[in-house]
């Protein structure tokens, strides 16, 4: 790890930051990306200088969520590249470089941009930073979980569907053996059933967000 | 571009952190891809180095062509950043794998394919003082 | 490519079989399991030899909507691996070696359990397969799309929804990049507001499933 | 354990395929954490090769240690499937990634590992005839 320069400068960065959440959840669709756009939007309301961090290269929908087209995010070099400014919140998403053009890239070549976008973006002053992430559990969560481990702290995110428990409790154990042990989870699209999961694997209850029709 | 400070920071960490003081010869690739302003970058890296206290007696930035390879059909070939858009230079000179956004593979117009050489910045040797 | 004894292995499988079908999308939690789960059970129903195979290593989640656990399932070794039987539906997933063990794959070992399980699976008979796969544009999705190019057919899922469009749009403009024609479309959670985004994509619309409340 | 057979079948597709008729030589590799029978996976080549009407003057089998390398520590070890649980075996005789399922690095308890060497069956060389 070390002999990658980059990761020192991801380092250096992250720990600047007082909190970091980095959204997890190796099923797809559970709603990672509502759940982080949601908490780093509404803590920036809050006047806490807030960032969010889009890892999602594949699928960003951040962006969307947000309302803003690729080419209206724009950034600053100053030591590094600032982020985007919405309100109080300061925003990353490599959708500004690549465009609505389709990105494939192979595990490494995931790990090089992670690698890449943490040590040269400068979220300046930014108290809270929530990260959105892919779903899965190959290169991305590996990084984030084995390298970035003690920077962040993991959201997982789950629905009270089965295939949804099933798949948070793989995470857990993951996490569990690389020694985190502070674990948040969010129930989304549910109505509180995932408390006492919650309590039996001993994760962070955080609370539910029902299942809003549009 | 002078997101090459951030670039040359990651350097000098890596120098710090690994216990180097004393540097007598660091050689530093840049991979042609990322358009990397050399004179800034030195720059910012001569003004880091100062302030840590650290010292590299002999200084080497040298450039590195890319070269991309195919996965599907074996094919290689390299680019020039010259030969591109302003627009997609930018993207590819804060994050090299934006060109995956962009390029195919000209033989056989697949998409896996990887960057083999000239990615971006990279340390080719350091030895210590 | 070539040069991997079991690419070769692979392909002479699958030109054995008359139609493979690859279900893919970008997005997770579109209900590609569900979609292929439930398409090779109801053409297994029908009386046409059928197989499921399950490449979502990660998250298998079939065998879950089949109703089975992982010990229950089994092969038989005869010149190769003969598929588990669910009455006339053949069925393939590493479930039953992995267990309920998290696994975390990179994307080079994704591609080597691809190409082992397709190289030493025996469909013997099977006149359709359906491959179920995970979320992303992976290592995975690239393996698919370019080296069994010409040997499967992809149906791609998506909701309504516009996260959904805009990740199967981008995939789809990789499989046209690398040559596809012939591209199937499943509205999943809808109810026929994707027919007109199929025609204007030229892709092959096969129709919509519902959201089914349970 | 007769999916050998389909193991030994990979190998003769490739030789095929590629136009090897006459080989002089042919040496295969195999990884031990497979647990191959190689008494069945040599006779079922050689089987596949005379129904081809492929032949191979001298086949070599040698058995290749199996290796791991854990990418957050560096740590490297070797593991021999005897000392796995039976079921663990199976599993990983039919895909040698299962590892993943059942170990961690000894030294950290990190699962971001790769198996390096030894991992299933492979051509280490052929020389056509
Ligand atoms: N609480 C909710 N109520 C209704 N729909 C939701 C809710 N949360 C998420 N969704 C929808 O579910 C889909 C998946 O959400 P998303 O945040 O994209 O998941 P992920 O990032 O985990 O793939 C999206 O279409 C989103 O609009
Ligand atoms: N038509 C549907 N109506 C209601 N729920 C559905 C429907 N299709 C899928 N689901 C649910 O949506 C979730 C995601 O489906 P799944 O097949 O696992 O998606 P994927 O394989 O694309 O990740 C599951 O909880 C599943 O039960
Ligand atoms: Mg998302
Ligand atoms: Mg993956
Ligand atoms: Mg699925
Ligand atoms: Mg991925
Ligand atoms: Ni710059
Ligand atoms: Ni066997
Ligand atoms: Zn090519
Ligand atoms: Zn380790």
């Known amino acids: 790890m070390s002999s990658d320069p980059r990761f020192h400068g991801a380092v250096k960065r992250l720990k600047q930051i007082p909190k970091v959440y980095m959204v997890l959840s190796s099923k ?21 200088p807030t960032g969010l961090l889009d890892l999602d290269f594949t699928n960003p929908s951040t962006h969307i ?39 494939v890239l192979k595990g490494e070549e995931v790990r090089n941009v992670m690698r890449e976008v943490l040590s040269i973006v400068n979220w300046v002053g930014v108290q809270k930073l ?4 892919p779903p899965g559990l190959s290169d991305e969560q590996l990084e984030a979980i084995y390298n970035l481990k003690g920077l962040v702290k993991p959201i997982v995110v789950s629905t009270p569907h089965k295939l949804s428990i099933q798949s948070v409790s793989r995470l857990v154990r993951i996490l569990r053996d690389a020694g985190v042990d502070e674990i948040i989870l ?18 962070k209850y955080a609370g539910y967000i029902p299942f809003v029709e549009n | 571009m002078v997101h090459e400070w951030a670039l040359a920071e990651s350097i000098v960490l890596f120098l710090e952190n ?58 290689r070939w390299s680019l020039s950043p010259e030969s591109m858009d302003e627009a997609i230079r930018e993207s590819i000179h804060f994050v090299p ?13 697949s998409r896996d394919f990887s960057i083999t050489q000239g990615r971006g910045v990279r340390i080719v040797e350091v030895l210590p003082g």
Do not use: W
């Open chain 1, 186 to 203: 969010v129930e989304n699209m549910g109505s509180g059933e995932l408390k006492t999961f919650a309590d039996s694997e001993g994760l």
């Open chain 2, 97 to 109: 794998e934006s060109i995956h956004a962009f390029t195919k593979c000209p033989r056989c117009g």
């Open chain 1, 130 to 133: 929530f990260i959105d992430t």
């Open chain 1, 28 to 48: 797809g669709g559970v709603g990672k990306s509502i759940v982080s756009t949601l908490l780093s939007y509404y803590s920036s309301l809050k006047n806490t």
């Open chain 2, 18 to 75: 690994n216990g180097f003081r004393k540097v007598k010869s660091l050689k530093i690739g840049l991979g042609i891809l990322q358009s990397i302003d050399k004179e800034i970058f030195s720059f910012s890296l001569q003004e880091l180095l100062r302030e840590k206290g650290l010292s590299v007696e002999k200084l080497e930035i040298v450039d590195e062509g890319a070269e991309l390879a195919c996965h599907t059909c074996g094919f």
């Open chain 1, 65 to 103: 969520i947000l309302g803003f087209r690729p080419e209206e995010l724009s950034y600053r070099e100053e030591k590094g590249l600032e982020p985007f400014k919405i309100g109080k919140l300061s925003y990353f998403s490599i959708i500004s470089f690549t465009k609505d053009n389709p990105l």
